[in-house]
C-alpha cells in the first residue's frame, strides 16, 4: 500500500504512532561536529519529522539502537548478579538499504555465531521495526552497489522524503491502522541507488595467499594510521565489545560489569596480561579489518560483513579510504597471480 | 526466555595449593565434567572476568592453576577455601583424546602451558594401557617458575621426562639449561605416522617448537597446539579472539599446527 502525505500529516503519524513506538532517526547535533563549526548527525528519538536528517548521510550508524555504546550486562551487590530491565517498548529505526543490510552482519555475530544467542542485543533487536529512508543520490564515499548492499526488501515501511510532501509504502499490517485517516492512496515503491561514483572490486579468491599479509601494501597504513578506531565506531557492522566491571565510588562493594564498543585499530584490543599482544603495527590493524569485512566474515556466514556505507571513508581524520584499500589490494592479489605464472 | 549466556555461577573453592611464588591451583567444587583443553570464564563481580584453562578434573571437583598477572587474576588470589568463585563454562572444543589412543604421546609445554596438559597426562598416568609412549618436555623461565613439582616426580616414573629453565641458578637440580626448542632432538620418533605431539605456551614458543619438531619429520597436522588470546565473552560474540574466519573461544583453543598455520594474527 501507498500513499502520499504532507509534512503536517506525516507529524501527526509520528505522534500517533510515538503513542506505542520509541522512534529512533538520524538528527542533527549541532557544532557538535570534528571541526569547529560543524555538526554531527547521529541517531536519537524523534517525534516532528522536521528532526529527521534525510538530505545528508549520518555520521554514526544506527547500530546504537541494539548495541548501545555503553551497556550494563549486571548490576552487582555483594556478590549478587542482577540483570538490568530493558524497555520494553518497540521500536521504529529510519535507516538506509545499507544500514538495514549491517543489521544483517550485526545478526550473523549476535544471534548466530557459535550457535548461541546474545540476550541484550536479542531483547533490543527483536523490538526493532525498520523504516526505509530512501536515498536520492548516492553520497560521498558511498559503495554500497559494489557490496550488493543497495537494495532490501526488509522493511515495515519506506519513506521518499521530499520539500513538497513525504512518500511512503507500507509493507507491515500492523502499521496499517496508523495511515488509516491520512494522506492520499497511490502506489508508492521505493526506488534504489543503482550505481555510486566509488566502484570496489572486491577479491574473489577462496582463499588468500600467504604473501599477501605481510605484502608492502599494509605498510603504507602503519603511519598513516593513528589507530583512532573512528572507522570501527561509525561502521554499522562493527560488532566487537569489551567488558568491564566498574564500582561505584561512594560504596565499593556495589557496581555493575559492562561491556562497551572495542575496536581492532586501537591499542589494547588483543593484549593479554602478561604483555602478550598480537597486531602491533597500525597496518596490521588495516588488514585485519579489511579481511574481516570482505573475506574472512564471508568465508564463515557467506556474505560479506561490508555494506559499503562508506562512513570509515567519510570519518578517518587521516584521509585513509578502505575502499581504495580493497582496491589496492584487489590489484595487488592479481598482479601477484601473474608474477606467480 | 532464552538463556543468558554471560551469567556465571557460583562454585566453591575447596582448597588452594601454592604452586610457585606467583601461582596457585584452585580447586572448585564441579557438578559436571569438562573436555581436557576447555577453558572457563572466571568471574569475579567488581573485578572483571578472564578465560582459564582447566589444569585438572575428577569426581566432583576441577582444578585451576592461575598466575598472578592480571588485575583479575590477582584478586583470585584474595580468595580463600570456602570463598565462591564465579564461572561461565566450560568453552572451547578440547583436545581430542580419542584420536590420541593407541599413540606415542609428545607433550612440549612452557610455563604456564603445563597447566591445560596436566590432565592429559593425569589420564594416561590413570591409563598407561590406552597409549605406546609419552614423552614429556617442560620448559620454564627459571627454577622458582617450575609447576606441578610433585606431579613431575610422579611423571617421571612412567614417562620420559625433560625439564628446562631459559636460566638457571644455583638451586637448580637439574642438569638441563635452555629453550624447549634445544632440547627437541633428544626425543626420540620411532614412528612418525602413529604419533602425535602437543605444544602449548606462549605464542613464540608454540611456533618454534612446532617448527622444530616439523624439521625432525613430524608431520604439521600431527602437532596439536592450544591457542591464547584476549576474550570478553567465550561465546563468540566480542571479536577479541578472532583470527582469519576462526574464533579461539568456539573453533579452538586447540587447533592442528596445520590450521593454526593458516591463522594469521
Same mark, same amino acid.
Given at each position: ?14 505522534? =500517533?504512532?510515538? !503513542?506505542?513506538?520509541?522512534? *529512533? ?9 570534528? /571541526? ?21 548521510? @549520518? ?21 549478587? *548478579? ?19 543490510? %549491517? ?17 541484550? +542485543? ?39 522524503? &521530499? ?8 509493507? $507491515? ?11 492520499? %492512496? ?10 555510486? !561514483? ?11 595467499? $600467504? ?29 566487537? *565489545? ?6 561505584? $565510588? ?12 572495542? @575496536? ?24 585485519? !579489518?579489511?579481511?574481516?569485512?570482505? +573475506?574472512? /566474515?564471508?568465508?564463515?556466514? &557467506?556474505?560479506?560483513?561490508?555494506? %559499503? ?9 587521516? *584521509? ?19 608474477? @606467480?605464472? | ?5 554471560? !551469567? ?44 582459564? @584453562? ?5 569426581? &566432583? ?48 609445554? %612452557? ?21 605406546? =609412549?609419552?614423552?614429556?618436555?617442560? &620448559? ?42 634445544? +632440547? ?82
Amino acid at each position: 500500500m501507498g500513499k502520499s502525505l504532507s509534512h503536517n500529516e506525516f507529524n501527526v503519524l509520528l505522534g =500517533a504512532l510515538a !503513542k506505542d513506538y520509541n522512534i *529512533y532517526a538520524p538528527a542533527r547535533f549541532e557544532k557538535q561536529g570534528r /571541526f569547529s563549526d560543524t555538526d554531527i548527525i547521529r541517531y536519537r528519538q524523534v517525534s516532528q519529522v522536521e528532526e529527521i536528517v534525510w538530505q545528508a548521510k @549520518s555520521t554514526y550508524s544506527p547500530k546504537e539502537v541494539v548495541m548501545p555504546v555503553t551497556q550494563t550486562l549486571f548490576y552487582f551487590t555483594q556478590t549478587e *548478579y542482577r540483570e538490568p530491565e530493558t524497555d520494553t517498548r518497540p521500536c521504529l529505526v529510519f535507516l538506509r538499504a545499507c544500514d538495514i543490510n %549491517g543489521f544483517a552482519s550485526l545478526d550473523k555475530i549476535y544471534l548466530e555465531n557459535g550457535g548461541t544467542e546474545d540476550i541484550y +542485543y536479542k531483547r533490543l533487536r527483536e523490538k526493532v521495526k525498520f523504516i526505509l529512508i530512501e536515498c536520492h543520490t548516492s553520497f560521498d564515499n558511498c559503495f554500497c552497489v559494489s557490496m550488493g548492499a543497495n537494495t532490501t526488501d526488509n522493511y515495515s515501511m519506506a519513506v521518499r522524503f &521530499g520539500e513538497e510532501n513525504i512518500q511512503l509504502e507500507l509493507k $507491515d499490517e500492523q502499521l496499517a491502522g496508523y495511515l488509516d485517516n491520512i494522506g492520499q %492512496g497511490n502506489d508508492f515503491k521505493p526506488q534504489f541507488i543503482q550505481e555510486n !561514483k566509488i566502484k570496489v572490486n572486491v577479491p574473489s579468491v577462496a582463499e588468500m595467499p $600467504d604473501w599477501i599479509y605481510n605484502d608492502q601494501m599494509w605498510k603504507q597504513y602503519d603511519h598513516r594510521c593513528i589507530a583512532c578506531g573512528r572507522c570501527n565506531t561509525t561502521c554499522v557492522t562493527c560488532s566487537c *565489545y569489551t567488558a568491564l566491571d566498574v564500582l561505584y $565510588d561512594d560504596n565499593c562493594q556495589v557496581g555493575e560489569r559492562r561491556r562497551v564498543w572495542a @575496536s581492532c585499530h586501537i591499542d589494547g584490543f588483543t593484549d593479554m596480561a602478561g604483555g602478550h599482544g598480537f597486531r602491533k603495527e597500525n597496518g596490521a590493524r588495516m588488514r585485519f !579489518k579489511v579481511f574481516h569485512k570482505i +573475506y574472512d /566474515f564471508n568465508k564463515r556466514f &557467506g556474505k560479506h560483513m561490508c555494506v %559499503g556505507c562508506g562512513r570509515c571513508d567519510d570519518n578517518c581524520p587521516e *584521509y585513509i579510504s578502505y575502499s581504495n584499500c580493497i582496491n589496492i589490494l584487489n590489484d595487488r592479489l592479481k598482479e601477484g597471480e601473474k608474477a @606467480s605464472v | 526466555m532464552c538463556n543468558n549466556h554471560l !551469567k556465571p555461577r557460583p562454585y566453591r573453592l575447596l582448597s588452594i595449593k601454592k604452586e610457585s611464588f606467583t601461582e596457585c591451583t584452585f580447586r572448585l567444587e564441579c557438578d559436571h565434567t569438562p573436555v581436557i583443553g576447555q577453558f572457563y570464564e572466571v568471574s569475579l563481580p567488581r573485578v572483571g572476568e578472564m578465560p582459564i @584453562s582447566i589444569s585438572g578434573i575428577g569426581s &566432583g571437583w576441577l582444578d585451576m592453576t592461575i598466575r598472578a598477572v592480571g588485575h583479575v587474576s590477582t584478586a583470585v588470589h584474595t580468595l580463600k577455601p570456602g570463598d565462591n568463585i564465579f564461572l561461565r563454562g566450560p568453552y572451547g572444543n578440547g583436545f581430542p583424546m580419542a584420536e590420541m589412543e593407541g599413540k606415542h604421546i609428545i607433550i612440549a609445554a %612452557g610455563g604456564c602451558g603445563v597447566s591445560p596438559i596436566r590432565p592429559i597426562i593425569e589420564h594416561f598416568y590413570n591409563h598407561p594401557e590406552k597409549i605406546t =609412549a609419552m614423552d614429556l618436555l617442560f &620448559g620454564f623461565k627459571d627454577p622458582s617458575l617450575v609447576l606441578f613439582n610433585q606431579d613431575i616426580d610422579r611423571w617421571k616414573e612412567k614417562f620420559n621426562t625433560i625439564i628446562t629453565v631459559d636460566q638457571s641458578c644455583s638451586t637448580w637440580e637439574g642438569k638441563n639449561v635452555g629453550l624447549i626448542t634445544e +632440547y627437541v632432538k633428544q626425543v626420540k620418533i620411532p614412528d612418525f605416522q602413529n604419533m602425535e605431539v602437543i605444544i602449548v605456551g606462549p605464542p613464540i614458543m608454540m611456533k618454534f617448537t612446532a617448527q622444530e619438531f616439523i624439521k625432525h619429520g613430524v608431520a604439521s597436522e600431527r602437532i596439536i597446539v592450544s591457542m591464547e588470546r584476549r576474550m570478553s565473552c567465550g561465546v563468540g560474540k566480542c571479536g577479541h579472539c578472532k583470527v582469519g574466519d576462526k574464533y579461539v573461544c568456539l573453533d579452538g583453543p586447540v587447533f592442528r599446527y596445520d590450521q593454526a598455520q593458516l591463522l594469521i594474527d
